[in-house]
């Protein structure tokens, strides 16, 4: 599956590495998306993983990424 998010190969291995613990890739891809249309994907999962260790590192485990968006959306509104 092998996807780029920062261009550092170890980097880009972990990331995936948790993306797939997270269940990022339980959904299997039926079609193939255009080249851009991956690059907004990759770039999307990779934001979700830098909240995801945001949250790990602020709160000490992973609280709900739904929750935590509503709380800021309620936040910048």
Known sequence: ???KFTGIADDDRRIEAEL????AFDTPQIEQAS???QIFNA????AEWMRW????GVYG???GA???RHEEAK???
């Open 20 to 23: 797939h613990a997270m269940g």
């Open 35 to 37: 080249s851009i249309s």
């Open 61 to 63: 485990c992973r609280v």
């Open 75 to 77: 936040h910048f509104a």
């Open 43 to 46: 770039i999307g999962q990779f």
């Open 1 to 3: 599956m092998s996807m």
């Open 66 to 68: 739904a929750h935590a």
């Open 53 to 56: 260790k945001g949250e790990v």
